[in-house]
Nanobody, 118 residues
Framework: QVQLVESGGGLVQSGGSLRLSCATS????????MSWYRQPPGKEREYVAD???????HYRDSVKGRFTCSRDNAKNTVYLQMNSLKPEDTAVYYC????????????WGQGTQVTVSS
C-alpha cells in the first residue's frame, strides 16, 4: 500500500522559513513525479511545485525564487524548502505522487498545516 506522510509544517512569522518533508513507502519512489499542492483557507487546492525523477522542477509563479523542491531517491522523500514566507502562503500543504507512465495513478498525503503570521 502506497503511503505519503508529510511533516514540517507549523507557525512561522512573515519572512521566515520552513522545510516540509514527504516520506513515501510501499512503492518504487523513482517511478513517480512528486508534487506539492496547497489549500488556503476557504479556497480550492492549488498547485505549488513538482519534481521529476531526474530532479527537473517547476513552480507556480508566486513561489518562484522563494520555494525549492528537491528529492532524495535513496530516502524516498521529497522536500519543499520555503523561504521568505508570506501570510498568503498560509495553507494546508499536500504532497502528491503521480506515476510517470500513467498520471491517472496518483496518491496523496494527509497534509500539513503551514501558518504564516504577519
Amino acid at each position: 500500500q502506497v503511503q505519503l506522510v508529510e511533516s514540517g509544517g507549523g507557525l512561522v512569522q512573515s519572512g521566515g522559513s520552513l522545510r516540509l518533508s514527504c516520506a513515501t513507502s510501499g512503492t518504487t519512489f523513482s517511478r513517480y513525479v512528486m508534487s506539492w499542492y496547497r489549500q488556503p483557507p476557504g479556497k480550492e487546492r492549488e498547485y505549488v511545485a513538482d519534481i521529476g525523477s531526474t530532479g527537473v522542477t517547476h513552480y507556480r509563479d508566486s513561489v518562484k525564487g522563494r520555494f525549492t523542491c528537491s528529492r532524495d531517491n535513496a530516502k524516498n522523500t521529497v522536500y519543499l524548502q520555503m523561504n521568505s514566507l508570506k501570510p498568503e502562503d498560509t495553507a494546508v500543504y499536500y504532497c502528491k505522487a503521480s506515476l510517470r507512465s500513467d498520471s491517472r495513478v496518483h496518491y496523496w498525503g494527509q497534509g500539513t498545516q503551514v501558518t504564516v503570521s504577519s
